[in-house]
């Protein structure tokens, strides 16, 4: 089955800094790359996806691109605020099947 | 208000005690899937639905059982529950797969 990576584990930022995540992807048939955030006590939440089809999107402050050759896709979150501060989840789909999740990134972004 | 909702959110049970985790959606999604969530090992699949009676085996099945006799509905059932079965449990439905993921508010689950 799918085998989804995730680096760092934890990153901490000062306010304003860049961020990156980056996810690698075992399955080259997998089509659907979804970014998750998920707050302290609450449930995973959609920030951005993309599709095979597409090598990078963009949504304000956060970007996701894709490399389908190195199987790997990142999330980059400019300008952090300390409101961005929770864990994120990189997920990937193969078509019908099992929607499979990284093990996650806790963003602390500092004042 | 379109929303997931499971329940209970917060249940402990003994062991070998079968229990139920409710779960239904109001937004007419075909895809219907649960989760389990535990420390450094992020959500892990445990069983999806593509439609009415049809299901499928996630990453870690073993000791669960669903149903999906409505497409609104899809409970997540432990005949047998065992302490490793202590997580946190999400439900999610989409429209599809390949479509945004809607997560329910979770279920804790203790087992003792």
């Known amino acids: 089955g799918e085998n989804v990576e995730q680096h760092p584990s934890t990153l901490s930022v000062q306010e304003g800094d860049s961020a990156v995540i980056k996810c690698t992807y075992s399955?080259?048939?997998?089509?659907?790359f979804p970014w998750y955030k998920q707050e302290l006590g609450k449930r995973p939440q959609l920030i951005i996806d993309?599709?095979?089809?597409?090598g990078e999107k963009k949504d304000q402050r956060i970007a996701v691109t894709l490399n389908k050759t190195a199987k790997h896709f990142s999330l980059h979150i400019t300008e952090t605020q300390p409101e961005d501060s929770a864990v994120y989840f990189c997920?990937?789909?193969?078509?019908?099947?099992?929607?499979?999740f990284g093990k996650g990134t806790m963003l602390l972004v500092s004042p | 208000e379109a929303q997931v909702t499971q329940n209970p959110r917060y249940l402990i049970t003994v062991t070998g005690k079968k229990l139920t985790v409710t779960c239904s959606q109001n937004?007419?999604?075909?895809?219907m899937s649960w989760y389990r969530q535990d420390p450094g090992l992020g959500l892990r699949q445990i069983y999806y639905?593509?439609?009415?009676?049809?299901?499928d085996k996630g990453d870690v099945p073993e000791g669960y059982k669903v149903s999906r006799k409505e497409k609104r509905n899809f409970p997540l059932i432990l005949e047998s529950p065992s302490p490793n079965q202590t997580s946190l449990y999400f439900c999610?439905?989409?429209?599809?797969?390949?479509?945004?993921?809607?997560f329910g508010e979770g279920s804790w689950l203790t087992v003792v």
């Open positions: 639905s593509m439609n009415v009676e049809v299901t």
């Open positions: 399955d080259s048939a997998s089509n659907y």
């Open positions: 937004m007419n999604h075909e895809y």
């Open positions: 999610a439905s989409s429209p599809r797969p390949g479509n945004t993921i809607y």
């Open positions: 997920a990937a789909q193969t078509g019908y099947s099992t929607l499979t």
């Open positions: 993309i599709r095979s089809n597409v």
